[in-house]
Nanobody, 125 residues
Framework: QLQAYGGGLVQSGGSLRLSCAAS?????????????MGWFRQSPGKERESVAT????????DYAGSVKGRSTIFRDNANNTAYLQMNTLKPEDTAVYYC???????????????WGQGTLVTVSS
């Protein structure tokens, strides 16, 4: 089970850190630390888009162009948590943010098998 939290209302130019807490195991016995993790977002009327991804070990990361240079994805496998640090937020970053776990690494949402409930980020101008 994945639970994203940490969203809220922030002014343009501000920062937020989103967290994704994982619990339990899959039916095959896999735990959080064996999955690649991704962050995605969806704004009203728009399709879900990729934000960032990180390998199971944390050794590699990738970002969507819209957030590259402003966001950092990282993880703490000992505490079963993935994070998304977002800086210099813009009104267009307003969206519901989701975390997901997958067996394949990459930015595409279809690579991810398990999804958490989202957390709303609102950036005011």
């Amino acid at each position: 089970q994945l639970q994203a939290y940490g969203g809220g209302l922030v002014q343009s130019g501000g920062s937020l850190r989103l967290s994704c807490a994982a619990s339990g195991r899959t039916r095959s016995g896999r735990t959080f630390s064996t999955f690649h993790m991704g962050w995605f977002r969806q704004s009203p009327g728009k399709e879900r888009e990729s934000v960032a991804t990180i390998t199971w070990s944390g050794s590699s990361t990738d970002y969507a162009g819209s957030v590259k240079g402003r966001s950092t994805i990282f993880r703490d496998n000992a505490n079963n948590t993935a994070y998304l640090q977002m800086n210099t937020l813009k009104p267009e970053d307003t969206a519901v943010y989701y975390c997901a776990a997958g067996r394949s690494y990459g930015l595409g949402p279809d690579l991810y098998d398990y999804w958490g409930q989202g957390t709303l980020v609102t950036v005011s101008s």
